[in-house]
């Protein structure tokens, strides 16, 4: 009863007093056979795909490297106001070991602006208050569509101790520096400066979460170099290290960008808000299959639906369709009244500021929902 009035009251909110009369109804599917694929140690080198209808392809992950590494773990002391950082002495260290270079000595191809705009096909959704989702699931849209009116039921406190996990499984991910709109085929889009990879994104969101006193820890481990394979794995043991430090964090985020080329032409994607291009960001929710140890996917997914539909109130047009499919993405690890996902900020054809940019805007957004949440909990 208290989830269905909690779904009552935040529809109530991004919706109006027309969006409630549904928003209680629940539906629990019924698990039927299904072929799916299950993890493997070769899923793990892909990255997320884009909608469907979308001409875009997966670009071809980075070569498997062999070398082996030990990371002993540092954790600074709170800071009396910004994000609290968690890195290694090891990773520090690596920070200047591969340089962004981007010559274009070789160009290759273009980079394509294009905007992701509301997706049609049986495959999606609309979400009430904004937003789309991609279900690839054993899920009836119908059923799906009344899950994401449920409210996620998190312990959350906005007293600026650690609520929130921000950290990148693939770090040395980056961007374009310039908009040239070409690319160099010579250059695989990583490095390991944090001012130039997933670091500065990370940290975009981290300075709106720390301005509204939301609590954040800012992992800028580097886990995908020099050994790529098993990157999961070990930002597996940053996500454990940091709950065990800080057992009030339980909101977890994996900052990602795409990776969207066909031939030789890469897509970024791209929205206007505010006057000023930003990257398009997606959500991933995983789905367990009954194979996949994922006990409370359910309840990432009903923290992805509110985070998407405040996204797309503030922000109509920056968010892409959240992907639900049957991925893990180390979402098992923030328990039973946690929530994980897994966010794509743009793509590699995407400019580094459009990416920070997106990045502020996430964080604002990520912001908003926690302040919506916790009201909700205090009028409970």
Request: net charge negative; aromatic share 6%.
């Amino acid at each position: 009863m208290r989830l269905r009035m909690r779904a009552l009251k935040i529809t109530a909110v991004l919706l109006g007093a027309a969006g409630c009369a549904a928003a209680g109804m629940r539906i629990i599917p019924v698990m039927r056979s299904v072929q799916v694929g299950r993890e493997t140690a070769a899923a793990e080198l892909s990255e997320a795909s884009p909608p469907e209808g979308s001409t875009a392809a997966v670009t071809a992950a980075a070569p498997a490297e062999t070398q082996t590494v030990t990371m002993p773990r540092v954790l600074a002391s709170a800071p009396e106001s910004g994000a609290v950082p968690f890195e290694s002495d090891a990773s520090a260290a690596m920070h200047n070991a591969r340089p962004y270079l981007n010559p274009l000595t070789d160009i290759a191809g273009q980079i394509v602006k294009k905007h992701f705009g509301r997706q049609s096909g049986k495959l999606f959704f609309d979400l009430d208050g904004g937003g789309q989702v991609r279900n690839t699931t054993f899920w009836q849209n119908s059923d799906l569509a009344a899950e994401s009116r449920i409210l996620p039921d998190l312990p959350l406190h906005i007293d600026g101790k650690p609520l929130v996990l921000l950290y990148h499984t693939h770090t040395t991910e980056s961007y374009q520096l310039t908009d040239a709109g070409i690319y160099d085929a010579q250059y695989n889009f990583r490095t390991t400066e944090p001012d130039k990879n997933m670091v500065a994104v990370g940290d975009a969101i981290a300075a709106q979460l720390t301005a509204a006193g939301i609590g954040v820890v800012h992992a800028g481990e580097i886990h995908d170099y020099p050994v790529w394979n098993k990157s999961y794995t070990r930002s597996a043991e940053t996500v454990r290290a940091v709950k065990e430090q800080y057992p009030g964090v339980c909101i977890s985020l994996d900052i990602h960008r795409d990776a969207i080329a066909s031939g030789t032409t890469v897509t970024a994607p791209v929205c206007e808000i505010g006057g000023r291009q930003s990257a398009q960001i997606m959500i991933i929710s995983g789905c367990d299959d009954g194979t996949m140890n994922l006990p409370n996917y359910r309840a990432n997914f009903h923290f992805a639906s509110i985070l998407q539909q405040t996204a797309e109130t503030m922000y109509s047009g920056f968010t892409r369709p959240i992907m639900f499919d049957y991925r893990k993405y180390n979402q098992d690890l923030t328990g039973e009244r946690g929530a994980s996902l897994l966010i794509e900020v743009g793509s590699q054809g995407n400019t580094l500021d459009e990416a920070t940019y997106a990045g502020e805007l996430l964080g604002k957004a990520l912001a908003e929902t926690i302040r919506q949440l916790a009201a909700q909990q205090e009028g409970d």
